[in-house]
């Protein structure tokens, strides 16, 4: 009997452990809005490479702590306010597909403005070896005088099957 008393007790204090009512709305809950700005930023700090994260560090930028000195938040008032969305799984899916979404946009417009920037560059250097070229004389003597071809197809054409006039002996 003690047996059954024990587990019995052991699952009460089991289902009372997991707290069927979930988290309580924090007083000092992150809006919507600002866990998604969160959230995006800490993924692109995250994503960011050795050698950037070196170079802000260099610049005193603490990596840790970036975001939540922007927002002006502590990271218990985030764990908070994480954990009630978590639990709260629409909004937590709204959140993050919010946060996916943007993200995706980002990284549209980003790839747009690199290919945007490689064709300035190709143009730029297009433009600097046109500049460069050094035209061929003949060929402005050519364009500048256009009837010299004319008038040499005309006289070739007249004199076809004529033989050349000898000169004299005189």
């Given at each position: 009997?003690?047996?059954?008393?024990?587990?019995?007790?052991?699952?009460v204090?089991?289902?009372?452990?997991?707290?069927?009512g979930?988290?309580?709305?924090?007083?000092?809950?992150?809006?919507?809005?600002?866990?998604?700005?969160?959230?995006i930023?800490?993924?692109?700090?995250?994503?960011?490479?050795?050698?950037?994260?070196?170079?802000?560090?260099?610049?005193?930028v603490?990596?840790?702590?970036?975001?939540?000195?922007?927002?002006?938040?502590?990271?218990l008032?985030?764990?908070?306010?994480?954990?009630y969305?978590?639990?709260?799984?629409?909004?937590?899916?709204?959140?993050?597909?919010?946060?996916?979404?943007?993200?995706?946009?980002?990284?549209?417009?980003?790839?747009?403005?690199?290919?945007?920037?490689?064709?300035?560059?190709?143009?730029?250097?297009?433009?600097?070896?046109?500049?460069?070229?050094?035209?061929?004389?003949?060929?402005?003597?050519?364009?500048?005088?256009?009837l010299?071809?004319?008038?040499?197809?005309?006289?070739?054409?007249?004199?076809?099957?004529?033989?050349?006039?000898?000169?004299?002996?005189?």
């Amino acid at each position: 009997m003690i047996k059954r008393l024990l587990i019995y007790l052991s699952i009460v204090f089991l289902v009372m452990a997991c707290g069927f009512g979930g988290p309580k709305k924090p007083k000092n809950l992150i809006s919507k809005k600002t866990m998604v700005n969160i959230l995006i930023d800490a993924r692109i700090i995250g994503s960011a490479t050795l050698i950037n994260k070196q170079k802000m560090l260099k610049h005193g930028v603490k990596l840790e702590d970036y975001v939540f000195e922007k927002y002006g938040i502590d990271s218990l008032q985030f764990a908070t306010s994480n954990a009630y969305y978590a639990y709260h799984i629409n909004d937590y899916e709204e959140i993050y597909n919010t946060v996916t979404d943007s993200l995706e946009g980002l990284k549209k417009t980003l790839k747009e403005l690199k290919l945007k920037e490689e064709k300035e560059e190709k143009k730029r250097l297009q433009d600097s070896i046109d500049a460069i070229k050094v035209k061929d004389s003949l060929d402005i003597i050519k364009k500048k005088d256009s009837l010299i071809p004319k008038t040499l197809k005309k006289h070739n054409e007249k004199d076809e099957g004529t033989l050349i006039n000898p000169v004299s002996d005189n």
